[in-house]
T-cell receptor
Framework: AQKITQTQPGMFVQEKEAVTLDCTYDTSDQSYGLFWYKQPSSGEMIFLIYQGSYDEQNATEGRYSLNFQKARKSANLVISASQLGDSAMYFCAMREWKNNDMRFGAGTRLTVKP | DTGVSQDPRHKITKRGQNVTFRCDPISEHNRLYWYRQTLGQGPEFLTYFQNEAQLEKSRLLSDRFSAERPKGSFSTLEIQRTEQGDSAMYLC???????????????FGPGTRLLVL
């Protein structure tokens, strides 16, 4: 069963504006981690931000923040002040305590327009 | 501080040939993962090593696939008798050990793009 859902295949944002990429997940575990990765056209997966299921504060890393709503099982990525270099695929992923693997969503392609 | 490296970056082969990919993790990371990513999809887990021990294999890893990490450092992924359906990006990732596995951030290499003709 699909555990990570990214409903936006593609998103456009104007340079310097903020954008939110949606992610919902499904788990019965109480302990899990949520991750966002960026994949440029070169192919490398670049780690952006992590949120633990027990973290009460939303994670932030520079221009990236994670809007974590545990009851709704959502972990949306917010990118502030978009830059042209932010154009890429973005993947949401989850790792449950009991599993060794990380489950990824299908990704959202973000295009930043000048 | 070097990241995860993979070799080769690209591989074109004919159906039925064997191919081998190499992954060098971040030096202090004891955990290593292989994933496969097909076009338009997120990565899918293949297998996982803790040091030299292969602790988990996905059902995606058919008998034609084998992975090793002989000294707990670099890892190889071999595909025997390649098929056109094996065409994909093969990603390697490594992570340091954390108390809670769900806290472990995996750092990925650049991947190996395989095309089977």
């Amino acid at each position: 069963a699909q555990k990570i859902t990214q409903t936006q295949p593609g998103m456009f944002v104007q340079e310097k504006e903020a954008v939110t990429l949606d992610c919902t997940y499904d788990t019965s575990d109480q302990s899990y981690g949520l991750f966002w990765y960026k994949q440029p056209s070169s192919g490398e997966m670049i780690f952006l931000i992590y949120q633990g299921s027990y973290d009460e504060q939303n994670a932030t890393e520079g221009r990236y923040s994670l809007n974590f709503q545990k009851a709704r099982k959502s972990a949306n990525l917010v990118i502030s002040a978009s830059q042209l270099g932010d154009s890429a695929m973005y993947f949401c992923a989850m790792r449950e305590w009991k599993n060794n693997d990380m489950r990824f969503g299908a990704g959202t392609r973000l295009t930043v327009k000048p | 501080d070097t990241g995860v490296s993979q070799d080769p970056r690209h591989k074109i082969t004919k159906r039925g040939q064997n191919v081998t990919f190499r992954c060098d993790p971040i030096s202090e990371h004891n955990r290593l993962y292989w994933y496969r990513q097909t076009l338009g999809q997120g990565p899918e887990f293949l297998t996982y090593f803790q040091n030299e021990a292969q602790l988990e294999k996905s059902r995606l890893l058919s008998d034609r696939f084998s992975a090793e990490r002989p000294k707990g450092s670099f890892s190889t992924l071999e595909i025997q008798r390649t098929e056109q359906g094996d065409s994909a990006m093969y990603l390697c990732a490594s992570s340091p050990r954390r108390t809670a596995p769900s806290e472990e951030t995996q750092y990925f290499g650049p991947g190996t793009r395989l095309l089977v003709l």
